[in-house]
């Protein structure tokens, strides 16, 4: 990627997708998405897949932020609920993921995105499960 990622080395999705790690600090992450052609549905507008796919990693990543260095934290997305509030036609697309609750195995997140604008486009809530070890912000040696 031409741009910096703060996941080192980043997801195969992310790399796919165009999906950037920007900010990523315990319970909160930003991903950035430089919209372009193959991101567009047939109707010329950034296809919701994306927006929702955008949701689901900066609200898993807000879950996940990891306290050792060289170590990792995984999850599994249970339950995500997206509303759109407008639409993209290209350009910067960011969201913005919050953790609202951590219990022992579960965590739940609250992510919000936007245009190139600064206009928000969609929003939505996920729940996820974190992978065994991943549990405590320590996580654990990357294998």
């Given amino acids: 990627m031409s741009k910096q990622d703060l996941a080192s080395p980043a997801p195969p999705y992310h790399e796919l ?4 790690l920007i900010e990523w600090r315990d319970g909160f992450a930003r ?4 919209s ?17 796919s955008l949701i689901d990693q900066a609200a898993a990543f807000a879950g996940l932020w990891c ?17 759109f509030t407008g639409q993209v036609s290209g350009g910067e697309v ?15 997140a609250r992510t919000e995105v936007f245009n190139d604008k600064g206009e928000m486009v ?5 729940t996820h499960r974190w992978r065994a070890g991943s549990e405590t912000v320590e996580g654990s040696p990357a294998h």
């Fill in 17 to 20: 997708l165009g999906i950037r």
């Fill in 31 to 34: 991903v950035v998405c430089d």
């Fill in 36 to 52: 372009g052609p193959g991101h567009l549905n047939r109707s010329g507008i950034v296809h919701g897949g994306v927006i929702l």
């Fill in 67 to 83: 306290s050792v260095p060289g170590n990792i934290r995984k999850a599994v997305t249970i339950d995500l609920d997206c509303r």
């Fill in 94 to 108: 960011v969201a913005e993921g919050k953790l609202i609750s951590r219990g022992r195995n579960i965590f739940f």
């Fill in 122 to 126: 969609a929003f939505g809530a996920s």
